[in-house]
């Protein structure tokens, strides 16, 4: 064989190896960042170790990343699911059939559920009857100091068929929210969400893919404005913001939020802690669990 033709043949088997191993390098599963593993593996230490049943969720908008751990087991998520009755209403008002600016004159019939008080957290309940409220203030009152009559009325200006539709299009299977506060569950379905589906409404809320930035804004700053930042909030460092609603009941201690630093994007993080013995103690483990994943970013 003449020298030219060999050394074509050496090149042609050089490329060809070449071409076959890229190829095996490109079809491998991309390695998850070592960071990244090792928070998730610190949480899931810290969750195994807990005497409280956990479900976690959190998503990095900078790489559009999201760990879980119990993320879709089904819980009573309490006031969490005003969240969504929060993302129903705006979007009525995006589409004009309601305004923020309208007012709704507050009922004696709306200060109760089935001949029994609507109680718990809230201002309305203190309120005569015939005042009148702005929707935006309904709405404010419902997300900041978690107002269930405000709660309960915001359901009616929305309507129930409207939530589970919004449900049903952002994909929230495993998500229910048909009860009112204090509503007995007979003949109406027990309010049901997953850590996952809650902070998928947050993404929602940051990404304005329900509503338009702007209103996506006014929802925001009303999660803003919520009073207990003792959760998710009682660890963070000066210059992080946070944007959340808490859910309290007997059988879950929970929070979900919108945690902002001064120079990365913002993550998203759900935390609900079932059944706990002390309530205190499950809010100390979610500020913990917060600050192990704050700290992975080096904040």
Known sequence: MKKPAALILILAIVVVSGVILFGRLTDREPEKRPARDSTL???ETFIEESPNEISLVYYDFADESMEGINESKKIFPASMIKSLFLLAALEKVKEGELSLDETYTLKEEDKYM???PVTGSGTMQNEEPGKEFRVEEILHLMV???DNIAANVTVDLVGRDSI?????????NNTSAQQKMFEPPNGVPRNMSTAIDLTKMLIAL?????????LSQEGISMMKDTTDKNRIGRNLEDGITLANKIGTASSMIGDMGLLYF???????LTIMVENPDD??????EIGQLTSIIVDSLGQ
């Open 206 to 214: 940051e990404n304005a893919t329900v509503v338009n930035e702007k």
């Open 262 to 268: 001064p120079n990365r994007p913002p993550i998203a």
């Open 279 to 284: 309530p205190d103690q499950a809010e100390e």
């Open 41 to 43: 593996t610190r949480l």
């Open 114 to 116: 089935n001949d029994k």
């Open 164 to 172: 589970t539709n919004l449900l049903d299009r952002m994909g929230l």
């Open 144 to 146: 900041s100091i978690s």
